[in-house]
């Protein structure tokens, strides 16, 4: 007997399992206040007015609000020096108020993300960007673990994706996400990891062995439906803001990933927008309640 079963898909809803993270957090929040503990309080460092940092950290702020936290907003000039940028950041280190903060990315070109990174203490780091965040991954005692990661890992086993034995093939070795994705996946999901970035050769060989397939680089459409196998799980990490003249905002975000021929052949996929992105606010804010309950228990 010949069977045509028409192919669906799982699409991996982000918007959704962050609402949800919201609601478990706001909870916690009630809870804390009712025993008269302290509220979370995250800060915000925005340097210069590039549009998309703005948008970014507009929604985080939203975040904050929603769940009840406190949150502090600091803007600074994108002429301002790396030396006083630092020294704000050492400002806020020391400021018992704040429990969470975060440098929003990308800095202006004189300013070293690294340096900058160095300066941050690692029980405030909500972003998990520190050197002993990264090192959290595997640590016995994890601290603060790296944000977009952690919210893809959270996506995975919300949606009881088994990535046990798995094999993950991550395209992207960036320091924020790719990398530590990669030891995240092989340390808690028990997966066999392929890392890919701008040297390999032959991508597809590679994206094409992927049980789950992860794409954070930025290049739209990188990703095509022949690199695919049938029945993978493909998570798109990439945000990528393109002109476009339909939407109100003339931009509208696009992932690495070509969602329209790729999804078909998938068994679970993210969409671009509503997918990874919300999971990094949720992550943000998991990071900032863990904070507060470990400097104020
Ligand atoms: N720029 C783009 N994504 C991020 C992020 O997750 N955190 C920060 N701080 N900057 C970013």
Do not use: W
């Amino acid at each position: 007997m010949t069977e045509t079963a028409t192919k669906s898909y799982t699409l991996i809803d982000g918007r959704k399992i962050a609402g949800e993270i919201k609601q478990e957090i706001t909870q916690k929040v009630i809870e804390r206040k009712q025993a008269g503990k302290k509220i979370p309080h995250l800060a915000f460092i925005l340097v210069g007015d590039d549009g998309a940092s703005q948008t970014y950290v507009d929604h985080k702020v939203k975040a904050c609000k929603d769940v009840g936290f406190h949150y502090t907003m600091m803007r600074f000039a994108d002429t301002i020096s790396e030396e006083k940028l630092s020294k704000h950041i050492v400002a806020v280190n020391n400021d018992d108020d704040v429990d969470g903060f975060i440098v929003q990315l990308p800095l202006p070109p004189h300013i070293s993300v690294e340096h900058i990174t160095d300066k941050i203490r690692p029980d405030k780091d909500v972003d998990g960007f520190t050197n002993r965040n990264f090192g959290s991954i595997v640590s016995k005692v994890p601290l603060l673990m790296p944000a977009t990661p952690f919210g893809v890992i959270e996506l995975l086993r919300r949606y009881n994706i088994e990535t046990e034995g798995k094999h993950a093939v991550v395209v992207g070795a960036s320091r924020i996400v790719g990398a530590p994705l990669s030891m995240m996946l092989a340390e808690h999901g028990h997966a066999t990891v392929t890392i890919c970035h701008k040297y390999t050769v032959n991508l597809k060989a590679y994206t094409q062995m992927a049980d789950i397939l992860l794409v954070g680089v930025g290049k739209p459409g990188l990703i095509t439906a022949d690199m695919v196998k049938e029945g993978a799980v493909v998570i798109d990490i990439g945000t990528t803001r393109v002109e476009d003249p339909s939407k109100p905002t003339g931009y509208s975000m696009k992932g690495d990933v070509d969602f329209k021929n790729v999804a078909p052949k998938c068994s679970f996929i993210t969409p671009v927008p509503g997918g990874v992105g919300p999971m990094t606010i949720a992550s943000l804010l998991l990071n900032t309640l863990r904070a507060t309950e470990l400097s104020h228990p």
